[in-house]
Every structure is written in C-alpha cells, then in structure tokens.
C-alpha cells in the first residue's frame, strides 16, 4: 500500500511540474500557436544521418521481428502508457523496442541493433529512441504527448502499401512512406489508424527542442528530473 501511494504522489508531482515547465516553454515556442510539422534540414539537419543509414536500419529490423512476440507492448515497459497501448482492443498490440531513453541504455536491446545505434548518437540532443510496432488493425487513441522539451521524428521503416495506416497532429492527417520522415510537435494532440492487413513499423526518435538559452538549461533540468522520476522505472 505504501508503494501504491508513494507511486500516486510522485506521478502526481511530475505532472505539475510538466505542467508548469510547459506553460514557461510556450513563452518562447508561441503557446497554442506553435507549429505542428518542423523543417528537418533547419531544425535538425544531422537526422538526415539517420535518413540516410535507413536500408541498415532496416536490415536490423528485420532481424528483430522473428522475436517480435517477445518485444514488450508499449504498457509492458511504460505503465502510464496503458490506456493508449492497450485502446479499445487489447487483443491488439503496440510493441517498442528502446534502444535509449534519457540517458538510460538498455543493453540486450542495443546489442541487436549496433548499426542503428551507431547512427542515432549521431544526432545532438538525443531524448529518446525506439522501434515502434503497430499489428494490423490496431489503432492508437488521441493524446498528447508530456512534454514541450522534445520534438518527436519519424522514420517510416516497414508501411502497408494497401490501405496505408495516418498518423492526424492537431488534426492534420499524414500518411507513412518507406523512408520518408517527418519530424513534429507530439504535444499536440494525436491519433494513428492502421487500418491496414500489416504491421506499421517507425524508428521514433525525440530530440531536444531547439529554444533559446534560458529555457535551454530549464529544458536540461527537466530531462535529469525525468530520467530517475521516469526512464529508471521502464520495464525494458
């Protein structure tokens, strides 16, 4: 019971502080005005390492998913993730492979994937990286993500070409292509549809927003807070 309680006050002490570090980053971000989509080449140009190191990080991937079974549903790993991962059809899954979040490295994970590894610390300003595994007709709710520290990339790996799953940001819709990324503002809300035959499959990364110095080093404050409040508690 002390557990249960003690879980209950820190969740609830790390949504106030998000909260209030949110509304001191929307004065330098533009609030509820902020963009949904960000320019790659001047926001972030070293993802385009990413880019283009995709048919290695495929060949990972493809790896991985005779395992794909024993790769954790979203909620396996992160508890506060249980309503969007298990949704309205728990019988569904939203799988993530981590391979880096907040500092934390987990290690059988990074062993099967070196390559893409490799590429990812490549890119400043790193949060956090996974694969992320949507099965065929699993769909994720709408919902925002926690924090405006952070943008959130996207890079298409494995998409239906019949019925291609979307992905809608503040509701404007975007489609996945093989290697076509995207990089956007995940505090907005969203939702996915794959409504699909086959599995969607991304490589997610989330890097530091770009602001300047003085919510910079809040923003670096914020990620030491989260990764012994959050990332040293997931079940990798």
Avoid at 43 to 64: G, H, K, Q, S
Avoid at 126 to 136: G, N, T, Y
Avoid at 177 to 194: E, M
Avoid at 202 to 223: C, E, K
């Amino acid at each position: 019971m002390k557990r249960f309680y003690y879980t209950v006050h820190t969740t609830l002490s790390r949504l106030r502080l998000t909260e209030l570090v949110n509304r001191y980053f929307d004065l330098f971000i533009g609030g509820d005005s902020r963009p949904v989509f960000f320019n790659i080449d001047q926001t972030c140009p070293e993802l385009r390492i990413v880019d283009n190191a995709l048919n290695e990080i495929y060949a990972e991937l493809l790896d991985l998913l005779p395992d794909q079974s024993q790769i954790p549903k979203y909620h396996e790993v992160d508890q506060y993730q249980t309503t969007i991962s298990q949704g309205s059809d728990p019988q569904k899954s939203w799988r993530t492979f981590i391979l880096f979040s907040l500092g934390e490295k987990p290690l059988k994970n990074r062993q099967r994937c070196p390559k893409t590894v490799e590429v990812i610390h490549q890119v400043p300003g790193l949060v956090q990286a996974m694969f992320s595994i949507l099965d065929p007709g699993k769909s994720i709710p709408a919902h925002e993500g926690p924090s405006r520290g952070y943008l959130r990339y996207h890079l298409p790996l494995i998409v239906p070409d019949i019925n291609p799953p979307t992905i809608y940001i503040k509701d404007q819709p975007h489609t996945w292509q093989k290697g076509n990324s995207i990089l956007f503002d995940d505090t907005h809300v969203h939702q996915v549809h794959n409504n699909a035959s086959e599995s969607r499959i991304v490589l997610i990364l989330d890097i530091l927003r770009p602001m300047p110095w003085p919510a910079h080093i809040v923003n670096l404050g914020v990620l030491v807070f989260a990764r012994y409040t959050y990332a040293k508690r997931l079940k990798f």
